[in-house]
T-cell receptor, first 115, second 113 residues
Framework: DAMVIQNPRYQVTQFGKPVTLSCSQT?????MYWYQQKSSQAPKLLFH???????NEADTPDNFQSRRPNTSFCFLDIRSPGLGDAAMYLC??????????????FGPGTRLTVT | DAKTTQPNSMESNEEEPVHLPCNHS???????IHWYRQLPSQGPEYVIH???SNVNNRMASLAIAEDRKSSTLILHRATLRDAAVYYC??????????????FGTGTRLTIIP
């Protein structure tokens, strides 16, 4: 089945130690998203890619970066994780929503713990 | 962005229909109504969407009021697997800025065996 895969499912990192989360997709969608979901809150968009065109949300901290080396893969880099960055990180994909709001397909998420 | 209002929680018995309401009184003519759900410890899952007419798919039905100021997600026969938080989200037709899913607080649905 076509799907969105996130690795690892659980990640523990130390305060200030850089960490990378990965996402891959077999849907061949040109748009990929990263959302952050803190405990008992709704998901919040951090940034997204149209193909290789990166789009940052205005309130996403500089500590969060992303890379998309090809259509299938996208990475979330947290340069210096703080305790407040502990959350579930969700990757999603969709067809190009410009002109029509296509649905988004989510991966299972990576739960990040910062010690 | 147009906002949606949903009850915080609902309960339903297993194998009975469930009607999940959503109010969106400030909806604009180009806003689609999307529903997602999030099962415990999983990513959100697309359920259904519509613009004006009622919609059916294998997961659920979406009933949209004639004035479009409210909608109802209908699960025809709830199972324990349907226990989740259900989000009603408005998404505009746009060439810019409609990428974001703006999740509200959603409705936490509990299924009673």
């Amino acid at each position: 089945d076509a799907m969105v895969i996130q690795n690892p499912r659980y990640q523990v990192t130390q305060f200030g130690k850089p960490v990378t989360l990965s996402c891959s997709q077999t849907l061949n969608h040109n748009v990929m998203y990263w959302y952050q979901q803190k405990s008992s809150q709704a998901p919040k968009l951090l940034f997204h890619y149209y193909d290789k065109d990166f789009n940052n949300e205005a309130d996403t901290p500089d500590n969060f970066q992303s890379r998309r080396p090809n259509t299938s893969f996208c990475f979330l880099d947290i340069r210096s994780p703080g305790l407040g960055d502990a959350a579930m990180y969700l990757c999603a994909t969709s067809r190009d929503p410009r002109g029509y709001p296509y649905e988004q397909y989510f991966g299972p998420g990576t739960r990040l713990t910062v010690t | 962005d147009a906002k949606t209002t949903q009850p915080n929680s609902m309960e339903s018995n297993e194998e009975e229909p469930v009607h999940l309401p959503c109010n969106h009184s400030t909806i604009s003519g180009t806003d689609y109504i999307h529903w997602y759900r999030q099962l415990p410890s999983q990513g959100p899952e697309y359920v259904i969407h519509g613009l004006t007419s009622n919609v059916n798919n294998r997961m659920a039905s979406l009933a949209i009021a004639e004035d479009r100021k409210s909608s109802t997600l209908i699960l025809h026969r709830a199972t324990l697997r349907d226990a989740a938080v259900y989000y009603c989200i408005l998404r505009p037709i746009s060439n810019f800025g409609n990428e974001k899913l703006t999740f509200g607080t959603g409705t936490r649905l509990t299924i009673i065996p």
